[in-house]
């Protein structure tokens, strides 16, 4: 690369790493969370839970308290299924996804800008959504269907 690896615009530096929840209880359901989203002209978009975390703190930590905001919910149990880089052609951004099971019910805390639908419906369903094309959150779609996987054994 003439640009000494760099690209040709350089790269964008993210300050923080960004987090995807896949919450799952018992039954095999999965909650969504639905939001407008601005950069495609307010398209909605269902998601799992996902948010940021800074850099400096456990990302872990970040997923607790993105699931505990967002849903409600506190989960006994996390396992890290996806690593990814985001953009690696123009940005360092990079995402962790965890499965989070064991979940018990508490109350939500949204941040006052967020204003978010959740849902909770058969992973089935959610798994559908993904593959044709309901759900484009690429977050989303990498982590259920690595779950998807994982529950063939691959």
């Known amino acids: 690369n003439p640009n000494g690896g760099k690209g040709i615009y350089g790269k964008?530096?993210?300050k923080n790493l960004a987090i995807g929840i896949l919450a799952i209880n018992e039954q095999d359901e999965i909650y969504l969370v639905g939001q407008e989203r601005y950069p495609f002209d307010g398209e909605y978009s269902w998601e799992i839970i996902e948010g940021g975390g800074p850099l400096e703190d456990d990302p872990i930590e970040s997923a607790k308290r993105e699931l505990k905001e967002e849903t409600g919910l506190e989960a006994s149990?996390?396992?890290?299924?996806?690593?990814?880089?985001?953009?690696?052609?123009?940005?360092?951004?990079?995402?962790?996804?965890?499965l989070a099971t064991g979940l018990v019910q508490k109350e939500a805390e949204p941040e006052d800008s967020e204003k978010l639908s959740i849902k909770k419906l058969p992973f089935q369903e959610a798994l559908n959504m993904a593959l044709d094309g309901r759900i484009k959150d690429s977050i989303s779609v990498a982590a259920i269907l690595r779950y998807a996987l994982m529950k063939q054994g691959v």
């Not at 890290?80 to 360092?92: F, K, W």
Request: glycine share 0%; net charge negative; hydrophobic share 35%.
């Open 12 to 14: 964008v530096h993210f």
């Open 77 to 98: 149990y996390w396992t890290l299924i996806q690593e990814m880089h985001l953009s690696n052609s123009v940005s360092d951004e990079r995402s962790l996804c965890y």
